[in-house]
């Protein structure tokens, strides 16, 4: 999940002046094929493909909100470890941090903060905090990341917000909290 992160904070500059909407606080969001919706934060921009939602306010390298359902087979692709819609939040939770410390997305210096039982869109799940190092060649700037997890019929959905630690995790994180619980499951429309 952090290396889908990773690949947004690359990417989501160029974006921002091409398809990035304003949140309209009183709407739900939803991807096109994924089966979930969720009212982000106010005065915050955002972006949708098929599958997945990304939200920043102030740019994604200095927060950002991703929420997705990625396959079971592919969810911890560098770990190599695949789960099934019966995955325990406990299991999701030790593959999820397994699989930010492996492989060319692994996470420098990753320091398990928190790892406790949470709720995702009615669900059991977990909620993991990390904090670790970006690269040098990025800032190196210590960067925090929450993510919930629970496994359904369709993949792992995941639900993440990553910031660095100093000013912008802390001012974010309660209302990333607040649209994770705003999270529902939807039946996705048909093409």
Known sequence: MIR????LVVM??????????PVDASKPVSPGKAGFSVVLPEDWLYDTDSNSVSASHDGPPLNGIYIQIAPHK?????????STPQTTPEDLAEDFIADVQVGPGA??????????????????AFRVHLRYRAQESSGGAQIESVTLGTALESGVMLAS????SIHFFGRWVAVFDEAAKSITLITPPKH
């Open 4 to 7: 889908y992160a990773t690949i």
């Open 107 to 124: 996470l420098p210096d990753v320091v398990v903060v928190s790892n406790e039982p949470a709720e995702l869109a009615g669900k059991p």
């Open 74 to 82: 592919k969810v911890f692709r560098d770990s190599k470890k695949v």
């Open 161 to 164: 917000y990553r910031a660095p």
């Open 12 to 21: 989501l500059p160029g974006l921002a002046c091409a398809g990035w909407k």
